[in-house]
């Protein structure tokens, strides 16, 4: 018996980035949170391990039906990467195969792969959450997550003002130039975090911080936040008492709760773990289809 011939795609960051944009990306992010919410035949797992410097993160996902997939994304996360080796701080690679058979169909770089998949979670929760109409946002932390978080962002909302605030004044300003250039939108550099997050209906935290700094004085009420940075239990950018005060949403509880900023509320004693809440949308909880006079926290395990 002949064994067939498997043909094998191995895809280059430059692919990826050229096969997708951000409009398919939201569409179908949205469309798995909507199948895992009403019972759709996904699971999901994830293994991590620390090193020195940094860690490495293996999530794993199957997705059944007239033709299954599964899917390993293999990260390591780097954080000193930039400065002390030229590096990027995530590097990876994501295999791809058929659920049905096992062969393998894709492999992948997964830098791409994440900075799309995960901006495009943020414009799916603001999509949801987020006031309707032209948006003022502030992005802190203007790394790579900051561009496509952006344009992703500009799927479901028309832009109108960006404040930018970053510790390194140079990365603001490469981020401002290239929202400038890709995207068409103009970015004012915030050297105030307050004023900036105060006139914001959309405010973005995409950093590596390990210690709170966004609070309750920083946001008014019906603010939507996307907290994207906080992916390992070490890291935080929500203030326990921002966390209580608001509707908080994650895009998967249970691991939330184990990492970043819901973890740190709940260690804190400002928030606790509630029953389940029976998903009716088919994307998030009851509470996330409210026009909250609070401030909406939509918190990302950033282990999917």
Do not use: W
């Not at 895992?36 to 059944?64: P, Q």
Request: proline fraction near 5%.
């Amino acid at each position: 018996m002949t064994t067939p011939e498997i043909e094998t795609r191995l895809l280059t960051r430059l692919d990826v980035e050229g096969l997708l944009d951000p409009h398919t990306c939201v569409s179908a992010v949205e469309e798995a949170f909507r199948l895992r919410g009403t019972g759709g035949r996904i699971e999901s797992a994830v293994l991590g391990l620390h090193g020195d410097g940094g860690g490495f993160h293996v999530k794993a996902a199957t997705m059944l039906g007239d033709r299954g997939y599964f899917a390993a994304k293999l990260n390591a996360n780097f954080p000193a990467n930039p400065q002390t080796n030229g590096l990027p701080t995530i590097q990876g690679v994501l295999g791809l195969f058929d659920a049905s058979t096992g062969a393998p169909l894709a492999v992948m770089d997964s830098i791409g792969i994440t900075l799309l998949r995960t901006a495009a979670a943020t414009a799916v929760a603001a999509g949801h959450l987020a006031r309707e109409g032209p948006a003022t946002v502030t992005i802190v932390g203007c790394g790579a997550q900051a561009l496509p978080q952006l344009a992703a962002l500009a799927v479901v909302r028309p832009i109108q003002h960006v404040y930018a605030v970053d510790r390194d004044a140079s990365v603001a300003s490469e981020f401002a130039a290239m929202a400038a250039e890709r995207l068409g939108v103009s970015v004012a550099m915030a050297p105030d975090l307050t004023r900036a997050t105060r006139a914001s209906g959309i405010i973005l935290t995409c950093t590596t911080s390990r210690t709170p700094f966004l609070g309750v004085r920083h946001v008014v009420a019906g603010t939507f936040v996307a907290a994207v940075g906080a992916d390992n239990e070490q890291k935080s950018e929500i203030e326990p008492a921002l966390m209580r005060a608001a509707a908080v949403v994650a895009d998967h509880r249970g691991q939330c709760e184990t990492i970043g900023d819901l973890h740190h509320a709940i260690a804190a004693g400002a928030m606790r773990a509630a029953p389940r809440i029976p998903m009716r949308t088919g994307l998030m909880s009851r509470h996330c289809r409210t026009r909250s006079t609070r401030p909406a926290v939509r918190r990302r395990s950033g282990r999917l």
